[in-house]
């Protein structure tokens, strides 16, 4: 426990550097620049939607774009969607989930402009599989083969973090409370299920996605509804909650007293980035394997991964939070852990409200162990080559298994700090690189189905 003690206060002292200023001010910083110079590509989204289920059979890739935005999905409709959401609520107050809505509803243009480069750089493998993510942009791109280096370093990492320990850790956390599994167990098991997929590739892991993220959100809305439908008399009080706390740290509304606007946007801005991953770079990687014509239109359908994610699951999830907490009035002094306030929450629903909770946690964190999993083996690959995959894959399940065994905060804290160090040569990348979207955009933008005719290089395997 010393050992543990002691690796608590270093990540914290990093994490007080990263997010208390830093990553805020980059992010917001980004989502805000991309969006003006992308001439607010918000306002393209539904066209986006439409593009995502629109199969584009005859380009180049090796999944469709739906299953590479499914596969994005996996990763990202995880349990931040969730269980972080409820953290931030616990720790920064109700207005952390306005911070971590706009997070989202700016990052569109972040997830755009990142994937839009993931495309325009990718690669090819003598074996006909596409490379790509911000490791490839910035060497191809910027010739910044240092940072591209760093990134992946710190991306496969992260993959062992926020893709599989968290998600493990969530998972068992579930069957142990309401089942009375002991961790261990769900951990093995979840490892094993795991590595029969991932040893499938990224074809295996797109199939699964494709299957599994749209039965897992609409489960998980259908039962948000429901729980704000019986919460309906605090439905605008919690809206009310939620944009005042934002700013004003003295304020109390419905009961409920705000945390100093810091500290809401601190927790809201880490768990929107930690929900959606716009900016960090994660979803790009698969992005680039899509079947697309031109870099524009997959990155349109890359973007929508961030408004279904943040702007519509994690606005009802923090809908559904503050107005049960205003509804019961709970005492937010006494709770510090997201995952009592989401018992508590779906709690309400007679009988079957837990197993909702169960089955969503479930499914999310799942998903996101494969999606993350490909991450992870994208960067292994960049780093060592195809041999270092094999290690790499034995590392991950080995991580699944062992994650039920490690305390929650320490493992939360630890996806923090390497979300921030991933996705600052990302941004460094989508920056430095604007000039490239904005060409990219005004080529394709009102051409979608225009062929991109440029040459993708082939690399050895």
């Not at 959606?276 to 031109?294: C, D, F, K, L």
Request: some cysteine.
């Amino acid at each position: 426990m010393g050992i543990l003690n002691s690796i608590q206060a270093c990540v914290d002292s990093v994490n007080s550097v990263l997010w208390d200023y830093l990553m805020i001010i980059l992010l917001m910083g980004a989502h805000l620049f991309l969006t003006i110079r992308t001439g607010f590509i918000q306002k393209k989204t539904f066209k986006a939607i439409k593009l995502s289920v629109t199969k584009d059979p005859d380009a180049e890739g090796d999944i469709s774009q739906f299953g590479a935005l499914t596969t994005a999905l996996a990763s990202t409709i995880g349990t931040g969607n969730i269980i972080g959401v409820g953290t931030a609520i616990a720790l920064g107050g109700p207005g952390a989930v306005f911070w971590c809505w706009l997070t989202g509803v700016f990052g569109i243009a972040t997830k755009y402009a990142e994937s839009l480069i993931s495309v325009k750089y990718r690669v090819k493998t003598k074996d006909g599989r596409m490379l790509g993510g911000a490791m490839y942009a910035l060497e191809r791109g910027l010739h910044m083969k240092w940072l591209a280096v760093l990134f992946a370093v710190f991306a496969m990492i992260a993959s062992l973090g926020i893709g599989c320990m968290v998600q493990s850790n969530a998972i068992a956390n579930v069957w142990t409370e309401n089942l009375g599994v002991p961790g261990w167990i769900v951990g093995v098991v979840c490892a094993v299920v795991t590595m029969f997929v991932i040893f499938g590739g990224v074809k295996a892991i797109a199939n699964v996605c494709e299957k599994l993220v749209p039965f897992m959100s609409a489960f998980y809305i259908i039962g948000c509804i429901g729980i704000l439908i019986y919460n309906y008399q605090y439905l605008l009080p919690a809206l009310q909650a939620i944009v005042t706390l934002a700013f004003d740290g003295n304020a109390v509304v419905g009961g409920l007293a705000g945390s100093g606007m810091m500290i809401a946007a601190r927790y809201g801005v880490a768990r929107g980035l930690f929900s959606n991953e716009s900016g960090m770079g994660s979803a790009p990687i698969v992005a680039a394997a899509a079947q697309t014509r031109n870099p524009v239109r997959q990155a349109l359908v890359s973007s929508t991964g961030t408004f279904w994610d943040t702007v519509i699951v994690c606005a009802m999830t923090g809908l559904v939070l503050v107005s049960t907490i205003m509804r019961t009035g709970l005492d937010m002094g006494t709770i510090k852990d997201g995952s009592v306030l989401t018992s508590l929450a779906f709690g309400q629903i007679p009988y079957v409200g837990r197993l909702i909770l169960v089955v969503a946690i479930v499914t999310f964190a799942y998903s996101t162990i494969l999606g993350w999993a490909y991450y992870g083996e994208r960067c292994a690959e960049y780093l060592g080559g195809k041999k270092i995959l094999m290690p790499y894959r034995i590392i991950y399940i080995v991580g699944i298994a062992v994650a039920p065994l490690i305390t929650l905060q320490l493992v939360w804290d630890l996806a923090d700090t390497f979300n921030a160090l991933m996705a600052i040569p990302n941004l460094v990348a989508v920056l430095l690189l604007s000039n490239v979207v904005v060409r990219e955009t005004k080529k394709y933008i009102n051409n979608i189905d225009a062929k991109d005719t440029s040459p993708i290089p082939e690399i050895k395997d």
